[in-house]
Nanobody, 123 residues
Framework: QVQLVESGGGLVQAGGSLRLSCAAT????????MGWFRQAPGKERKFVTV????????RYVDSVKGRFTVSRDNAKNTVYLQMNNLKPEDTAVYYC????????????????WGQGTQVTVSS
């Protein structure tokens, strides 16, 4: 069992930066690949990035490549999402989630979810 709590969201101007954190409880955190998803109002929850259990592999959706960086610290049971050069279209609720399937980009492929944190980017 893994419980996830996101933090770090907020309001930022376009071009600004935010760093999201996702703190996990549970002894099995380091055995899960960790993903970030986002959901804009009235839209489906969409894949943003994933990091492998050991931090050795990452993958990003094209729209955030070069701007977002995912990392993790297994000693602290925490995964991070550094978001730079934010754009208004990045506005969404951001969720972290845990999976044992690194390849999946579907929300149904993830086993545990946090409650989400709001990111709002003003133009």
């Amino acid at each position: 069992q893994v419980q996830l709590v996101e933090s770090g969201g907020g309001l930022v101007q376009a071009g600004g930066s935010l760093r999201l954190s996702c703190a996990a409880t549970g002894r099995t955190f380091s055995s899960y690949h960790m993903g970030w998803f986002r959901q804009a109002p009235g839209k489906e929850r969409k894949f943003v990035t994933v990091i492998s259990w050991d931090g050795g592999s990452t993958r990003y959706v094209d729209s955030v490549k070069g701007r977002f960086t995912v990392s993790r610290d297994n000693a602290k049971n925490t995964v991070y999402l550094q978001m730079n050069n934010l754009k208004p279209e990045d506005t969404a609720v951001y969720y972290c989630a845990a999976t044992q399937n690194y390849e999946t980009t579907y929300p149904t492929g993830y086993d545990y979810w946090g409650q989400g944190t709001q990111v709002t980017v003003s133009s």
